[in-house]
Nanobody, 122 residues
Framework: QVQLEESGGGLVQTGGSLRLSCAAP????????TGWFRRAPGSEREGVSC????????SYAGSVRGRFTISSDSAKNTVYLQMNGLRPEDTAVYFC???????????????WGQGTQVTVSS
């Protein structure tokens, strides 16, 4: 089972920034739609942002649009999530996934990582 590996989480104050990285082995990141999801305690999984690198198409959840930016570096097999203007409600475990069924970050996921904690203090 191929597993993705996230890094870059941490504790930040409201308004701060973090950049998450997702190492996707082989050509997973360039071959499939990849994206970031989050799960807060007691909440359902939420699709944050997805990217289809080959086509340059991105999608964002309404709650993060304008604050978060997804990008990928095929040479490094890495997908990034730049998070600016962080809010306490962004606190969650963030994990990346690949081979996502739909462009709006819904549907099945084939590959995923363990996740990284992001905590935003007020």
């Amino acid at each position: 089972q191929v597993q993705l590996e996230e890094s870059g989480g941490g504790l930040v104050q409201t308004g701060g920034s973090l950049r998450l990285s997702c190492a996707a082995p082989g050509r997973i990141g360039s071959r499939y739609r990849t994206g970031w999801f989050r799960r807060a305690p007691g909440s359902e999984r939420e699709g944050v942002s997805c990217i289809k690198s080959r086509m340059g198409r991105t999608s964002y959840a309404g709650s993060v649009r304008g604050r978060f930016t997804i990008s990928s570096d095929s040479a490094k097999n890495t997908v990034y999530l730049q998070m600016n203007g962080l809010r306490p409600e962004d606190t969650a475990v963030y994990f990346c996934a690949a081979d996502i069924e739909r462009s709006d970050c819904t549907g099945t996921l084939t590959y995923w990582g363990q996740g990284t904690q992001v905590t935003v203090s007020s």
